[in-house]
């Protein structure tokens, strides 16, 4: 079965840097790759998507990568801010309608003033 | 504003009994979705319902009931089935279309179920 891996539960960056987390997945390479900013309590918001056959997605300071050979997302936030500081989750669309997402667990960015 | 209300945002169940979750969406959105987050872990699929009075089960749908009667409700029960039902449970929608993927999931604020 599909299996994602999202790096080091926890990220600490000072603030002004560029954040960079990693999404590695096994087996196939979704049809899409979606983002999603989630704060304590609440659901995830969702951010940006990339398609299989895309290499490079940008959003204001929001970047995100996709390497099928590698499978693998890179998602980087750039001058980033202690707003920025929270869980971040990327989630495979294998099927392309959207029916099913498969969720990793996430990483804790915390940017320090 | 549109959006998915998921109500209540805490809920207590003693041993054997059920609760019903609820999850409204104003969104005219087609799929509606349930999650349960556990920490240290992804969000794992419950139901998914594509359409009215349709649903299917996902990934861990044992110990759980839904229905879809209405586009804009569906509401999830945990039933004394369930035997580990402590959790964070997240309602969720989504367009249909051709240009759905574009917009991914809205989620709503969750609820906090906790077994006492």
């Known amino acids: 079965s599909q299996k994602i891996e999202q790096n080091s539960e926890a990220l600490n960056i000072q603030e002004g840097k560029t954040a960079t987390l990693t999404c590695n997945y096994t087996?196939?390479?979704?049809?899409?790759l979606q983002w999603y900013r989630q704060d304590p309590g609440r659901g995830p918001v969702f951010l940006l998507l990339i398609r299989e056959n895309e290499k490079e997605k940008r959003k204001e300071r929001l970047k995100v990568t996709f390497d099928t050979t590698l499978k693998q997302s890179l998602f980087h936030i750039t001058a980033s801010q202690p707003a920025d500081s929270a869980t971040y989750l990327c989630a495979l669309d294998m099927s392309g309608a959207t029916n099913k997402l498969i969720f990793g667990t996430g990483t804790l960015l915390a940017v320090q003033p | 504003d549109g959006g998915i209300t998921q109500s209540p945002k805490y809920l207590f169940r003693k041993e054997g009994q059920n609760v019903t979750l609820s999850c409204e969406q104003n969104l005219n959105h087609d799929a509606m979705y349930w999650y349960r987050q556990d920490p240290g872990q992804g969000l794992r699929l419950i139901y998914y319902s594509q359409i009215v009075n349709d649903f299917q089960k996902g990934d861990i749908a044992e110990g759980y009931s839904v229905s879809r009667e209405k586009k804009e409700s569906f509401p999830l029960t945990v039933t004394s089935a369930q035997k580990n039902p402590t959790a964070f449970y997240l309602c969720?929608?989504?367009?249909?279309?051709?240009?759905?993927?574009?917009?991914?999931?809205?989620f709503g604020s969750g609820t906090r179920l906790t077994v006492v």
């Open positions: 087996n196939y390479s979704p049809a899409y």
């Open positions: 969720a929608s989504s367009r249909s279309g051709a240009t759905s993927i574009n917009y991914g999931y809205t």
